[in-house]
């Protein structure tokens, strides 16, 4: 049964960022048991600061404790992770990247069991680190996937900026009266950019259908391809084979205003900001409003609009000295508590922890959007995971990736890759 995650959080007023120490079980704590030195893998570290910044936090507060970066590179994270762990010199503290190879690390036995770790409260993703009951990793961050749009585009063509009570039928008029209307007053931008990403399709449709990829089941995915690539055939939005010949990213078409709206995950917030600071993004005002739903039920400021997101968590190398362990634990506890989900809110990053006061350190960022919509779609939704905890998730998406390219290509009908994906899921992977 597919497990769901829930966050919802209001408004208040953030006194002074309190970096109290915390202990992830009731053995002796770090600080008692003399110098320790952690290692920790991340990736782009010199443009992702939540590394850096946790360890350096954690640091203040257990002055005996020293935790060291070690980068990889992003695409490459998981294999070369890897490789490390089997030579024996990975990291004590392993950052779970995606949560599809986390049955991988487990059944590699090369992840502590952290069940003993203490867990705040309303923390979201924790069940996606769960095999078998066991928990092998804590989760830090947790984005989930929402609307992003250009205010002074939407102004531009005439249209009315998104109030909360989008579907997807909504949305898709908006693409098209966006497109026209920009072109009428001289503009060039589409009304909307989808990423080439399968998420971009198949995790609305899984989150939304109330299922996962693990049924082998993919026929609900068909009306939302349909959707797409009717935009895409009218011309609202940049077809897929332009997108993937062009190598087109979507910070460069958001952000460089070729585009009014964007679905994409929370984590854009904090990239965005960045690059409009840094001249790199147009200055232009811009928001977030919750994700289109399927129908009514599910949409509106007086219900829980229904997205999807995977966790990001810190696990503990299997292999890690004994002396280490407890200060390890420790920083997992930390990262997911308060003091750590204040830290990331602080520099524009989704902590899997959304208290009041979290949400109004995220929004006090400079930069960020003030408005109440934006608040209410990063605060209050329904989180399903894109990625269930499974040893065969990894090879059903891979499966589910070709689907979606020969769909989005237009190099097979939409009914005809489903049922081609259905039959080598069966074959290729099996299901119980």
């Known amino acids: 049964m597919k497990r769901k995650f829930a966050a919802a959080a209001g408004v208040a007023v953030v006194a002074t960022l309190s970096l109290a120490a915390c202990s992830g079980s009731s053995e002796t704590p770090a ?9 920790l893998s991340g990736w782009s570290l010199d443009t992702t600061p939540e590394f850096q910044a946790l360890a ?58 952290v069940s003993d770790v203490e867990l705040p409260d309303g923390i979201s993703g924790a069940a ?80 939304q259908s109330d299922t996962d990829v693990l049924t082998g089941d993919y026929e609900y995915m068909e009306p939302f391809y349909e959707n ?22 979507y910070q460069g078409e958001f952000g460089k205003q070729n585009a009014a709206m964007l679905p994409m995950g929370t984590w854009f917030v904090a990239t965005l900001i960045a690059q409009q600071a840094s001249g790199d993004a147009d200055d232009f005002e811009w928001g977030i409003a919750p994700i289109p739903q399927v129908d009514d039920s599910t949409a509106g400021l007086d219900n829980t609009p229904v997205t999807f997101g995977d966790p990001t968590g810190f696990g503990i190398n ?31 990053i989704t902590p899997a922890l959304l208290s009041d006061s979290v949400v109004e350190t ?33 090879a059903i998406q891979g499966i589910l990736n070709d689907m979606h390219t020969a769909i989005m290509s237009g190099s097979m009908p939409v009914a005809d890759a489903i049922t081609e994906a259905q039959e080598r899921v069966a074959n290729e992977v099996g299901l119980d």
């Not at 020293?66 to 392993?94: C, W």
């Not at 000295?321 to 602080?346: H, N, P, R, T, W």
């Open 31 to 39: 600080e008692e048991s003399g110098p320790v030195t952690l290692t």
């Open 56 to 113: 350096d936090a954690f640091q203040e507060e257990n002055p005996d404790v020293t935790i060291e970066l070690k980068g990889y590179d992003p695409a490459e994270y998981n294999t070369l992770l890897t490789a490390d762990l089997a030579a024996g010199s990975g990291p004590d503290i392993i950052t779970q990247k995606e949560v599809k190879f986390v049955p991988t690390f487990v059944e590699g036995g090369q992840l502590l069991d």
């Open 128 to 207: 996606s680190y769960e095999v078998d009951g066991t928990a092998y990793a804590v989760p830090y961050r947790n984005d989930s996937w929402v609307l992003f749009y250009n205010k002074a585009l939407f102004d531009q063509a005439g249209v009315e900026h998104p109030d909360g009570s989008w579907t997807w039928d909504d949305y898709s008029e908006a693409a098209a009266a966006l497109t026209e209307g920009i072109a009428a007053a001289g503009g060039t931008a589409k009304g909307a950019y989808l990423h080439n990403w399968q998420s971009t399709v198949q995790g609305f449709a899984s989150a």
């Open 228 to 249: 797409v690539l009717a935009l895409q055939g009218d011309g609202y939005q940049v077809d897929f084979n332009t997108a993937k010949a062009n190598q087109l990213t």
């Open 318 to 348: 299997a292999a890690i000295d004994d002396s280490k362990v407890q200060a390890a634990k420790d920083f997992l506890a930390f990262a997911a508590g308060e003091e750590g989900a204040q830290i990331l809110a602080g520099i524009g």
């Open 362 to 394: 995220y929004f006090a960022v400079d930069g960020a959007p003030a408005d109440d919509l934006s608040k209410f779609a990063y605060s209050t939704h329904e989180v399903f995971p894109e990625n269930p905890t499974s040893n065969k998730t990894a």
